[in-house]
């Protein structure tokens, strides 16, 4: 990791079906994010806002039809290349780029700018695979498509704003999954991708877990981007997120996992997604969400 964290904020949620997330940013810097991060001896740079349109402002059906089943992907697609530019400015300029969203489609704006000219692994903390596609989403909603999208899956990753051009699958390592459709498991089963449920988490201890997954994602690349879903926590541990699901990880978990992380000192870039105050009690979620952040870059007890 750099010396200096810089924050962008991705306000979208064009790829859920609940509102809110679009103010995950705001509660999650408000929850203390400046202060946390320059606890770790980082310096803290606040790039702000990328733009978003409202949803109410727009059509989820795009004009000419969208791909697929897959609802606002123009709006999405817009979000997704400015974030992109936005996280490969920041790590051009030597910063560690920190992405607030925001739904999780907005990944694959920032996993396109960690990948730009670089080889780059994955760990992906959530609860579900986020390996569907436009063939065969459920829902059409994107934040079920990004991971697939940007390991050039579906006719989203077909796209040169879908697909992560530096991210290889034998890098990509999913921790904590716990939901996943039917088409997801026959895929990531068919795919190059390393996946660890709860089940592995319960029977290995997710020190050992999340080891497994960090040699996967800095096997022989340049760096590692994590990608942390609040819904890989237990919703008694982070209940403002709008797809929870029992079962989850705790705190002290969470915490554990984050530190490993900080160890292997191989950290690209992270994003922070879904986030909802809206369904939050009292912001704990998104103060969850800062003291994450704060043990990936290096915060310790003593």
């Keep these: 990791?750099?010396?200096?964290?810089?924050?962008?904020?991705?306000?979208?949620?064009?790829?859920?079906?609940?509102?809110?997330?679009?103010?995950?940013?705001?509660?999650?810097?408000?929850?203390?994010?400046?202060d946390a991060v320059e606890s770790t001896g980082a310096g803290y740079v606040d790039g702000g806002d990328l733009p978003a349109p409202r949803p109410e402002e727009r059509d989820p059906d795009r004009e000419p039809p969208a791909v697929g089943d897959a609802k606002f992907l123009r709006e999405i697609e817009g979000v997704c290349r400015r974030l992109r530019d936005a996280t490969a400015t920041a790590i051009g300029d030597g910063e560690t780029p920190l992405v607030l969203g925001g739904d999780h489609s907005i990944?694959?704006?920032?996993?396109?700018?960690?990948?730009?000219?670089?080889?780059?692994?994955?760990?992906?903390?959530?609860?579900?695979?986020?390996?569907?596609?436009?063939?065969?989403?459920?829902?059409?909603?994107?934040?079920?498509?990004?991971?697939?999208?940007?390991?050039?899956?579906?006719e989203i990753g077909a796209t040169e704003w879908g697909r992560a051009a530096g991210l290889d699958a034998e890098n990509v390592a999913l921790v904590g999954l716990r939901s996943l459709d039917d088409p997801e498991k026959e895929a990531i089963r068919g795919s190059d991708v390393t996946a660890f449920t709860m089940s592995d988490i319960d029977e290995r201890g997710i020190t050992e877990v999340t080891e497994a997954a960090l040699d996967v994602a800095t096997d022989g690349t340049e760096g590692v981007h994590v990608s942390l879903d609040l819904d890989w926590l237990d919703p008694n541990e982070a209940p403002g997120v709008g797809t929870p699901v029992r079962g989850g990880v705790t705190y002290r978990e969470a915490h554990s996992a984050m530190e490993t992380v900080a160890e292997y000192d191989a950290l690209r870039s992270m994003e922070l997604v879904e986030v909802n105050p809206i369904l939050d009690q009292h912001n704990e979620t998104a103060e969850l969400a800062v003291e994450l952040a704060a043990s990936a870059f290096g915060r310790r007890v003593l």
């Design 107 to 154: 990944a694959m704006g920032s996993l396109g700018g960690a990948a730009r000219d670089a080889s780059v692994g994955v760990v992906w903390f959530d609860a579900h695979g986020d390996f569907n596609t436009p063939e065969t989403t459920p829902s059409g909603n994107v934040h079920g498509m990004p991971l697939a999208a940007a390991l050039g899956r579906g």
């Design 1 to 34: 990791m750099t010396d200096t964290v810089r924050v962008i904020g991705a306000p979208a949620d064009y790829g859920a079906n609940r509102r809110g997330v679009d103010m995950g940013p705001s509660a999650i810097r408000y929850a203390g994010l400046a």
